[in-house]
């Protein structure tokens, strides 16, 4: 099975960047598409950004040109790099795993405050 470690959230100004890095162990060769989600208080979880095996990506809307993932040839290790950062980007940020079967893994958050 997949274990996923998330790092690098922090305390930013408005403007900022701040790069999050998401460490996979385990059963790795299993994994189609790797994703950060975030959740802010009193709201739902929300996709972030996705990336396929194949290296194709998926952003919302409203990180578009700002946020940009990526991902090592290995799939050990999922990136998402959060430039031109927004308070209304505060959120506890989530790594996630997607096998073959669809099934989910989660890492166990990491927050990101963007002070205005």
């Known amino acids: 099975q997949v274990q996923l470690v998330e790092s690098g959230g922090g305390l930013v100004q408005a403007g900022g960047s701040l790069r999050l890095s998401c460490s996979a162990s385990g059963s790795i060769f299993s994994i189609n598409v790797l994703g950060w989600f975030r959740q802010a208080p009193g709201k739902q979880r929300e996709l972030v950004a996705t990336?396929?095996?194949?290296?194709?990506?998926n952003y919302a809307d409203s990180v578009k040109g700002r946020f940009t993932i990526s991902r090592d040839g290995a799939k050990n290790t999922v990136y998402l790099q959060m430039n031109i950062l927004k308070p209304e980007d505060t959120a506890v940020y989530y790594c996630?795993?997607?096998?073959?079967?669809?099934?989910?893994?989660w890492g166990q958050g990491t927050l990101v405050t963007v002070s205005s």
């Open positions: 996630n795993a997607r096998n073959l079967y669809l099934k989910d893994v």
């Open positions: 990336i396929t095996s194949g290296k194709i990506t």
